[in-house]
């Protein structure tokens, strides 16, 4: 039968779906809510200063992402430094932290101090380990915890580390403890961790570009990518997914399709389903959470004046977690001679820092990067806030079981595929979310691949002392 693919996004893995089937020549329209592409790892252009979502580096040990952000981008793929440090109690750490640098800015005796509390969680661990604070204080001590990493995740989570499972810090911090990152920083011999470390691609003009040029490439080959086009219903029947209801700006239209891939949230997704899935169901899906982020961008009248790519702030007197310098991303984020920063707030869609006005929130934004003294604040013309209601997948006690719930009735539907970040509820960077989409295709094409494994136990993530990253 000939096929007829439905894709649900355009973000990097709804395009990357699209780009594949359009390779391929499999016919497949893809529909974008929003009024442009990229998801999450869009770019925003304003008065051309350009700011991502967050930063979003482009890093992976996978060969195939690798080579298709290659294929797509060419020479604008740009390879870039990083310098992130973070700034705690007034002073700026090395992040990876490094020994000899930790040392000086935490002090000898404090240093003592962390030395003793690591020897006491070696010797009385705390068990079972079910938490991130248990995770983190086995593996670096209770005083290293309190430092680097309770503060930060805190505010990335807004959730006391207790409450976040100890799973999440074994997938983003794995196989790492003190004594090996100590060895690791004096001894830096495994070479692909480091460049992986100090070193990133970056599209010329944000990660943007990529998926913007994605979805060119792919309508040149034939395939289609609708903006404003969200999908509201998915109805089935008999085990299939029979056709989407779309609403567009004028009205709403019905798209049959052979096959379905579905990259919005897990959540929508099971919401959207007509017939409506058993009320288990639908309860399990409502109580899957997510972190949300807003950033307040300025635009300033003078070059770059920080270093960092990115600083990680720890300080527990401002709500900001993390300050973007875009301009060292790439120099082409900004106009010759300007700079920006994106300050990164993590909030819950509708709590108080997500309901200030823009005005206010401007306000706090000045304020807190004031505070910290880390600019001159006076050169600042011009800002703006952009809020984005779901980011971070919340791995809390319960969020296993209510995907268990959901991925055992979604098992009916032949035709349907789940990939991306939030499409599995995953904290799938924009790699793994890229396998997961070229995964989908594949099956559709008869593969057997098991989306859920991607991300599950590869070894991946930064192996490095601190906290977590927030990506
Ligand atoms: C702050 C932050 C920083 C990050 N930094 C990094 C980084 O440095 N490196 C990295 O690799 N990854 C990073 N990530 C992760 C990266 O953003 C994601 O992995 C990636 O964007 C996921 O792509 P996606 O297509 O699955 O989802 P999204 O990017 O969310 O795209 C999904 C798209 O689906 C659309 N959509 C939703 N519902 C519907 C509907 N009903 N109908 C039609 N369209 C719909 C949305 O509008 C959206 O465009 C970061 C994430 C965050 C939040």
Partial sequence: MLKKIIIIGGGPSGLTATYDCAKRKIPAICFESDNMVGGISRTVERNN????????RFFTKIRQVNDLWDEVLGEDFLLRHRLSRIFYNGKFFNYPLQPANALSGLGLFNSFLIGCSYIKSRLFPALPEENFEQWVTNRFGSRLYQTFFKTYTEKVWGIDC???????????IRGLSLWSAV?????KKNTTIKTLIDEFHYPRLGPGQMYETMAAKAKEMGGEVRLN????????KDGRIKFALVSTQEDDICQEGTDFISTMPISSLITSLCPCPPQKVLEAARSLRYRALLTINLLIDAPQQLPDTWIYVHDPGVKMGRIQCFANWSPHMVPDKKSSLGLEYFCWENDGLWSMSDRQLLQLGKKEISSLGLIDTDKIFDGFVIRMPKCY???DEYYANHIMTIKSYLQQFENLQLCGRYGLFKYNNMDHSILT????VENILGAGHNVWDVNADDEYHEEELSSPESG
């Fill in 49 to 56: 200063f350009r700011f991502d979502i967050g930063g979003h």
């Fill in 162 to 172: 207790r409450e976040i499972r100890a799973e999440w810090a074994a997938q983003r």
């Fill in 183 to 187: 060895v690791n920083a004096l001894f």
């Fill in 229 to 236: 086009h969200c999908v509201k219903e998915l109805h089935h």
């Fill in 393 to 395: 997948p919340v791995y």
């Fill in 437 to 440: 989409a070229l995964y989908a």
